[in-house]
């Protein structure tokens, strides 16, 4: 019997020449600069607010300090406002694509760390931030069945998943003013992880940003009022000193040894967002018993 020599051989793979074809710019989001004024009035000087500075504090007359963090939930409905899906001159209006605006372009620098001793370059965040890649066939024009290439794009980066943020504060009270102080220290977003199913699995911390150097960015940008988009919007940073935003605690340095997060000793959702409300009733507390009425 006459052998067939036309056979492939066993380890041939019909797809090993076939060539990868990658699109540089699938991941672009630039936005466009208007050309003309889209508004009625002139908003130039928002671009030149600073923020005000704080009162110095000293701390020999720092009578109480302790130290908190918090989460808020982007989706509750006061929080919305950090998921404004809208575009100006100055960018994405989503707060997390306006942090990671200054990050990329250098203005201010994150860190790795809750304690801000390990910077982050802003390629290393871009990389964190690059977005997933995707592979599409690519098929002869005159005969579909054919395949002629490997198309590998990298989608952008969706804020969306970024669906929880964690402050890190100190509340003093000053004994020379008789005031409690809040002076936020740092913001982290929380990248949310998906089970295969779809199901959300928990929360991871994308890097860490020192507030005080990122107020002069926020004061830049204007938060969505969904009432009224006139001169009465306020600055992202006015949102944050005046505290307009829900959350609860998660930690805290107060009767907390161990230093560990609520959850890590309290396993039930419900009975440790109220151990973060006795946190804040135990500081408010302080400061009302320092008076006689």
Not at 97 to 121: C, H, M, Q, Y
Not at 157 to 169: A, G, H, I, P, Y
Not at 266 to 291: R, T, V
Request: aromatic content about 12%.
């Amino acid at each position: 019997m006459q052998q067939n020599n036309n056979l492939p051989p066993v380890n041939y793979n019909p797809t090993a020449n076939i060539p990868l074809i990658y699109d540089t710019a699938s991941a672009q989001t630039d936005i466009k600069k208007s050309l003309r004024n889209e508004n009625a009035f002139d908003k130039s000087s928002l671009t030149q607010r600073t923020p005000l500075p704080y009162e110095h504090l000293r701390w020999d007359d720092a009578l109480f300090a302790e130290k908190v963090w918090r989460e808020l939930d982007l989706r509750e409905k006061m929080n919305k406002v950090f998921q404004y899906e809208a575009s100006d001159d100055n960018g994405s209006q989503v707060f997390m694509d306006i942090l990671l605006k200054a990050v990329n372009s250098g203005e201010i620098t994150a860190f790795a760390d809750e304690r801000f001793t390990t910077p982050l370059t802003p390629a290393e965040v871009q990389i964190m931030t690059s977005g997933t890649l995707d592979t599409t066939e690519k098929r002869d024009v005159n005969d579909p069945s054919l395949i002629t290439g490997y198309i590998v794009s990298r989608t952008s980066f969706d804020s969306k998943t970024v669906m929880k943020l964690r402050l890190k504060e100190e509340w003093v009270f000053d004994r020379e003013s008789s005031r409690m102080f809040c002076r936020i220290l740092g913001i982290c977003p929380l990248k949310t992880q998906f089970a295969p199913n779809g199901k959300e699995r928990g929360v991871t911390p994308m890097f860490w940003i020192y507030y005080p150097d990122i107020r002069s960015v926020l004061t830049r940008y204007e938060v969505y009022n969904p009432k009224n988009m006139g001169q009465s919007r306020m600055t992202w940073e006015e949102l944050f000193e005046s505290r307009m935003f829900s959350s609860y605690v998660v930690k805290s340095t107060m009767d907390n040894p161990s230093n560990k997060n609520i959850r890590m000793y309290i396993k039930d959702p419900i009975l440790a967002l109220l151990e973060g409300d006795n946190i804040k009733e135990k500081m408010f507390n302080f400061e009302q018993d320092l008076w006689s009425y």
